[in-house]
DNA sequence: CATGAATGAGCTTTCATTCAT
DNA sequence: AATGAATGAAAGCTCATTCAT
């Protein structure tokens, strides 16, 4: 039940905003009474906080696991990793949504929830990164900003396939492509 | 008084968020009666949207005068592009939050406003992509998803401005040499 | 199992207050399932009703043994049915203070329970009052009065002793003496 | 608009009881929407509260003015004292409801408001007391007995009064003979 | 026009009550 | 019988909107 709850709200979420989803209109869409929700959880911020929480708790670990399931050189790994990334998204199409939806100026002001995800995202290019740097393919002095940019594109791809309705994952070589060797031609 | 109104409206909900921002607490930021918004407005939608349409029109313009600005080669043009806008949206920081509030998942459900920015933005990139695609800089292929990391690459910097307290520009130049040239070492 | 959830609903009143004391608490005190509670009565008002009903069936034969226990003047056993009376509230604490949290404003609205036993309490002492003008200890005149007086006193004796946490009967003789004899040194 | 709302306040407790007194039902019998009460009160203890403040300072200094009235011996004081009590009360017949809704349990839980009128009142018994003591009249060890059945007889008194219709202040002379000279006939 | 008190729909939350197991 | 999850009416409270002054 408390699945279909959640599910509920993630759809609810996804499609209304979370401001403009209701605790009548999650319990309506999960089929149940409103009273119904209350018997899972304390309050509206419990069923929200939860959401993120059960879903954060879904896609960590395969954060992580796709981390170090790359190998090869530098380029190779962080080209599996955002391939990997790109793909765990594909998965959670909803939940990416509400993501999207909550995290407009996130830090701005109390962010709701997506934070650690997007933190882990950022700690795991980072290690990659750090990887390059080693590897002397590129320099310290870009590892922050190229971490920015690159968390920045893989939101834009993944709002950008959102709207149009295509799977996330099929960009990640190109990007990787463009940030190593630039869109230049030579 | 509309300017007055708007501005109160605009400081409201950078600093509170779109849902927290009350007709009630932007009349008394405004220092008017909440009556007198609706003399001026429809109802609260009509404040917020005529918030974006106003503060696009101060932006809408500018945004072609720097792409009309722009001089040399595609390069050249890109960077002065790119530092220009993010000086331009440096002079509209509140407006800036409140576009980064406003666009959790634009598009994916009633965009309320930003949009049009966003899709000049895209299209002044776009006309400087086809521009560079010309003089055989970059290729045709890559128009498109370069013009998208672009974008996002332009949001994901300003909201770590935004975050850390500083000015936007200054990112300009690397951002332009990376996407174009790749951040490997050689 | 009747007794039981009679007695939880007793130990809740009395603890929390008949507004506070819900079916879940109930319920869990007499460690039930609320279901359960509806096997045995129709409803809430059902379960507090019962309660009064049953307390009122121990006390009120025990009020009428008490009454029948006098003996001798008027005087003597005004003086014993007071103090029979407080010891009977003795043993009854937990509902006398169900009753006090009961009878706010009794008569003046539905009132809930506790009436027969004041009725019952002020016919005894009419009784013996009756008694006493019989007697011609007292004025025909007083007895109305004076029941009054009689149960009002009791209340607020009793009442005092639950706040300070003292047995109920020690006072009964000296209600009588001052009721009687006056507080007026000679 | 204050007055109003707590004179309907007044009204549905006094009717229907502290718990049964909604904000809907308080709004109602005001004749105004429920959103107005929220515009002259932070909440529905708010209102509740508001309304034995005002009482409160309407009766108190009253008390105060109908103790320093009293003038003569011991005993005519304390008639006058209880008389002038009466006819007060008499004056507020629908707070008088109230508190005697209130004041169930007072003490053995969170007593909401009337305590201090209570207090107040037994403060001037208490004083007039210590006058009969100081004149001889009653007995030092008499005091704090006389206080309570003094208090608590008011309060039988005043709650009869109002399930008959009566006045209250007839019974005062008749009350402060019985305590301090008895019912006993001579 | 400006005002701001009044409004009431709508939201969150509670809890007595039901009923399939 | 006992259970306790599900129910939904009802209560408190907020806030966009209206309108008499």
Redesign the pocket.
Known sequence: ?TTAILDAAEAEVAERGLA??????I?ARA??????????F?????VIDELFRVRRGAISPRIREILDATSGGFEARLEQFLCGLLGLFDEHQAFVRVVMEASGGDGLRGARGPRPVMTQLKAGLETLLKAGVDEGVIAAADVDLLGRLLAASIRGVVLHALEVGQPFATDAPRIVRILLDGARRR
Chains 1, 2, 3, 4 share one sequence.
Do not use: F, K
């Not at 403009?20 to 209109?25: G, H, K, L, T």
């Not at 304390?42 to 419990?46: F, L, M, Q, S």
């Open positions: 039940m403009e989803a209701s605790m009548a209109s319990a089929g149940v009474a409103v009273g119904t929700l209350y018997n899972y304390p309050d509206r911020d419990g």
